[in-house]
């Protein structure tokens, strides 16, 4: 049982380089999203997606990109890296035959230098 | 629009004790889920527990169950029988059921701390 793959799990960047997150689920949800976890905080919705070819922003899009081109990928983009955007990212996936519940990947721990 | 509130930023409990963590959340919404996740060290998000709106009867998973009081907006969450594997970071989160919501609102989270 895959559920929400993302890789990797570890990244550093020089600032201005660019870099994708994958994110692949295999449950067939139609719902995908990204958030970001900084230090002592919750969790920060950045785009979402609720089916291939629709994409939408969340709470924090600024410096990210997103596309759904596939219902099992959710890849995000980092265009030019900052500081600021040294986090924990966390991919999730739902589907409304389901509980409810939202499914999370392991999480990709990125630094940015 | 809907708000969830944890107002206990840290908690710590005996091993073996009972401990509840708090969660309010304001909507305005009669139908809709509330979960409780917890994050251990190892930073994976890990559903603990679901609660549905029009479900009076409080859920239960094993040592963990909630105090949902849906006139009041709290759904609070009490651990059992505590455990060093229950140290961990806890978020109370809300979906409304309307259609095509998919999204879950959080609160900030409680740091639980067990004492051996």
């Known amino acids: 049982n895959a559920g929400v793959t993302q890789t990797p799990k570890f990244q550093v960047l020089k600032t201005g380089q660019s870099m994708t997150l994958q994110c692949a689920q295999d449950?067939?949800?139609?719902?995908m999203s990204w958030y970001r976890q900084d230090p002592g905080m919750g969790l920060r919705l950045i785009h979402y997606?609720?089916?291939?070819?629709?994409?939408d922003q969340g709470e924090v899009p600024n410096g990210y990109n997103v596309s759904r081109s596939t219902t099992e990928d959710f890849p995000l983009r980092l265009l030019s890296a900052a500081p600021s955007q040294t986090s924990v990212y966390f991919c999730?996936?739902?589907?409304?035959?389901?509980?409810?519940?939202?499914?999370f990947g392991e999480g990709s721990r990125l630094t940015v230098l | 629009a809907q708000t969830v509130t944890q107002s206990q930023p840290e908690m710590s409990v005996q091993e073996a004790e009972t401990v509840t963590l708090s969660c309010t959340y304001d909507?305005?919404?009669?139908?809709?889920?509330l979960f409780w996740y917890k994050q251990p060290p190892s930073r994976q998000m890990i559903l603990v527990i679901r609660?549905?709106?029009?479900k009076q009867q409080n859920a239960t998973e094993n040592r963990f169950s909630v105090n949902f009081q849906k006139a009041a907006k709290s759904f609070s969450l009490k651990i059992s029988d505590s455990q060093l594997g229950d140290a961990a970071m806890y978020f109370c989160?809300?979906?409304?059921?309307?259609?095509?919501?998919?999204?879950?609102?959080w609160g900030a989270g409680t740091k639980l701390i067990i004492k051996p």
């Open positions: 999730a996936s739902s589907s409304p035959f389901n509980t409810g519940e939202l499914f």
């Open positions: 449950m067939n949800h139609e719902y």
């Open positions: 997606s609720v089916g291939a070819g629709i994409t």
């Open positions: 909507t305005s919404e009669s139908d809709y889920y």
């Open positions: 609660q549905e709106a029009y």
């Open positions: 989160a809300y979906r409304s059921l309307l259609r095509g919501n998919y999204q879950l609102i």
